[in-house]
Antibody, heavy 119, light 113 residues
Framework: EVQLVESGGGLVQPGGSLRLSCEASGFTFSAYDMDWVRQAPGKGLEWVGRGTANRGSYITEYAASVKGRFIISRDDSKNSLSLQMNSLKTDDTAVYYC??????????WGRGALVTVSS | DVIMTQSPLSLPVTLGQPASISCRSSQSLEGRSGNNYLTWFQQRPGQSPRRLIYEAFKRDSGVPDRFSGSGSGTDFTLKISRVEAEDVAIYYCMQGSHWPPYTFGQGTKLEIK
């Protein structure tokens, strides 16, 4: 059974940093592109970024709203995806989901990690 | 980025009656293979999104057959043949044909009248 489990959420002050992790199990993690998607309270879904599978090299992509502040990394030996969030803003307050991409669709989602940016 | 537009944004439905949600994309989602990478998700209150339909019409395992997807190019539809109480949720469409990024519709909130 595919499982994605996020951790590391919490309360952080504006300008602060936080690191989210996603532990994957039940599939060959290294073969899949993995994304972060967030959802602000009462709002819709927003793509945050991607860590691609290693097809000769790892590639990361980011939404314009987080580029330069967020860093995605992955450790295939530990089946783990991370999201390092720096210079956090109140607009970054959201539930952050780890998702698995398969042929242009997210077939599995984690339960999410709540990040609250507030003074 | 491809813009996804859903309608309606609010959908009150009587139990046992059909429901239909439209999703339109600002660019065609049809690839060279003829596939349309359009996905429908259901998000029940307090839960993560759950995929219902992918590639416009393919139903995921375990999804009741009262859910169906159709469409191609820029116009897509999610239909529920007979709404049940457990269908109360927000429904999102998402395109995966043009990367980066994948983009979502605004969401349609289905409620029981």
């Amino acid at each position: 059974e595919v499982q994605l489990v996020e951790s590391g959420g919490g309360l952080v002050q504006p300008g602060g940093s936080l690191r989210l992790s996603c532990e994957a199990s039940g599939f060959t993690f290294s073969a899949y592109d993995m994304d972060w998607v967030r959802q602000a309270p009462g709002k819709g879904l927003e793509w945050v970024g991607r860590g691609t599978a290693n097809r000769g090299s790892y590639i990361t992509e980011y939404a314009a709203s987080v580029k330069g502040r967020f860093i995605i990394s992955r450790d295939d030996s530990k089946n783990s995806l991370s999201l390092q969030m720096n210079s956090l803003k109140t607009d970054d307050t959201a539930v952050y989901y780890c998702t698995r991409d398969y042929w242009g669709s997210y077939d599995h989602w984690g339960r999410g990690a709540l990040v609250t940016v507030s003074s | 980025d491809v813009i996804m537009t859903q309608s309606p944004l609010s959908l009150p439905v009587t139990l046992g009656q059909p429901a239909s949600i439209s999703c339109r994309s600002s660019q065609s989602l049809e690839g060279r293979s003829g596939n349309n990478y359009l996905t429908w998700f259901q998000q029940r209150p307090g839960q993560s999104p759950r995929r219902l339909i992918y590639e416009a019409f393919k139903r995921d395992s375990g999804v009741p057959d009262r859910f169906s997807g159709s469409g191609s190019g820029t116009d897509f539809t999610l239909k529920i043949s007979r709404v049940e109480a457990e269908d109360v949720a927000i429904y999102y469409c998402m395109q995966g044909s043009h990367w980066p990024p994948y983009t979502f519709g605004q969401g349609t909130k289905l409620e029981i009248k």
